[in-house]
Structures are given as structure tokens and as C-alpha cells.
């Protein structure tokens, strides 16, 4: 599996090696416990993120916590919760597709897991570790975040569990 590191992955794996590298030189914290967190497109990051530490072999966190995350960043499909984002005066469809163009850049493999992370193949999904979904009933990201969390809820090797907030 090849994976590519978009800016904004890039940034975070930099910030996450210093953070482990230089903490206790630069603030005087130890990294024992790691958690990520993130929502919406900050939620594809923490993913993709692990996902690239799980490839590289590298320090992954004890927790993740996608919230609401965007795990399908292609402007090509269509899914129910997005079809109810038609007409919402916030996250209307226009603005969904201007913010995954504004998101991906000049990036567009849309079958790279670091981009679309509910592309993520068993192999790495297997290595999560320990990971807490939250999902919202009417966001327009759900169906994509609840098909990855679906799969993984499969692995049985994973610490996993989904909560769905209606």
C-alpha cells in the first residue's frame, strides 16, 4: 500500500515525531500516553495519521478519536446523509464540495487511504489501536465514517467501539 503525504498529513507527522522526539527537552513532558483527537477534517487526519505510523512502523498513539470524521474526501460520491446536506443552510452541498476541494488541494488520488480513509485496506486497519468513533445522525460525512467504522468493528484484534449521537 502506498501512501502518499499530503501538506497537511505532512505537518502533523512532523509535529508528531518532534512532540515525541523534543517534548522533554522543549516542555518537559514525556509522552507516555498519546491521544489524538479530531473532528471532521481534523478526524481524516488523526486517521490518516495513525494509518502512516501503522505503515512506517512507528510510535502510534493509545488512543484515537475521529469525531465526526471525513473519511470519503472524493467529490464523486453520492450517499444518503450527503443527500440530506442538499438544502442545510450550513453544510449545504456546494460548501461540502468547495471544502473537500479546499482540503485536498492539488491532491486528488482519491484511492489513497491518507485522503479517503474509508479506503483503508484490513491489513493496516488490523495494527489500529486502541479507537473510539463518534458519529452524529444528521452529519453529512456519517455514512462513509459509519462504513470504515463497520470494518473495523470486524477486526476483532481492535479496541474499538462507535458511539452515534442523535
Same mark, same amino acid.
Given at each position: 500500500?502506498?501512501?502518499?503525504?499530503?501538506?497537511?498529513?505532512?505537518?502533523?507527522?512532523?509535529?508528531?515525531?518532534?512532540?515525541?522526539?523534543?517534548?522533554?527537552?522543549?516542555?518537559?513532558?514525556?509522552?507516555?500516553?498519546?491521544?489524538?483527537?479530531?473532528?471532521?477534517?481534523?478526524?481524516?487526519?488523526? =486517521?490518516?495519521? !495513525?494509518?502512516?505510523?501503522? +505503515?512506517?512502523?512507528?510510535? #502510534?498513539? /493509545?488512543?484515537? &478519536?475521529? @469525531?465526526?470524521?471525513?473519511?470519503?474526501?472524493?467529490?464523486?460520491?453520492?450517499?444518503?446523509?450527503?443527500v440530506?446536506?442538499?438544502?442545510d443552510?450550513?453544510?449545504?452541498?456546494?460548501?461540502?464540495i468547495?471544502?473537500?476541494?479546499?482540503?485536498?488541494?492539488?491532491?486528488?488520488?482519491?484511492?489513497?487511504p491518507?485522503?479517503?480513509?474509508?479506503?483503508?485496506?484490513?491489513?493496516?486497519?488490523?495494527? =489500529?489501536?486502541? !479507537?473510539?468513533?463518534?458519529? +452524529?445522525?444528521?452529519?453529512? #460525512?456519517? /455514512?462513509?465514517? &459509519?462504513? @470504515?467504522?463497520?470494518?473495523?468493528?470486524?477486526?476483532?484484534?481492535?479496541?474499538?467501539?462507535?458511539?452515534?449521537?442523535?
Amino acid at each position: 500500500m502506498t501512501f502518499v503525504k499530503k501538506k497537511r498529513l505532512d505537518d502533523c507527522w512532523q509535529a508528531y515525531n518532534w512532540l515525541l522526539e523534543y517534548g522533554f527537552e522543549q516542555f518537559a513532558i514525556e509522552p507516555k500516553k498519546i491521544i489524538l483527537a479530531g473532528a471532521s477534517a481534523g478526524g481524516n487526519l488523526v =486517521l490518516a495519521l !495513525t494509518f502512516l505510523l501503522i +505503515a512506517t512502523k512507528s510510535r #502510534l498513539p /493509545d488512543l484515537i &478519536l475521529p @469525531l465526526y470524521p471525513a473519511c470519503d474526501m472524493s467529490t464523486s460520491t453520492m450517499n444518503p446523509s450527503l443527500v440530506r446536506s442538499l438544502d442545510d443552510p450550513m453544510l449545504s452541498l456546494p460548501a461540502m464540495i468547495f471544502m473537500s476541494h479546499a482540503y485536498r488541494g492539488k491532491y486528488s488520488n482519491e484511492e489513497d487511504p491518507c485522503l479517503s480513509p474509508y479506503k483503508c485496506n484490513k491489513m493496516i486497519l488490523e495494527n =489500529l489501536p486502541r !479507537t473510539r468513533f463518534y458519529l +452524529a445522525d444528521m452529519d453529512p #460525512l456519517r /455514512d462513509s465514517a &459509519l462504513k @470504515l467504522a463497520a470494518e473495523i468493528a470486524k477486526i476483532k484484534e481492535v479496541d474499538f467501539k462507535a458511539y452515534e449521537f442523535k
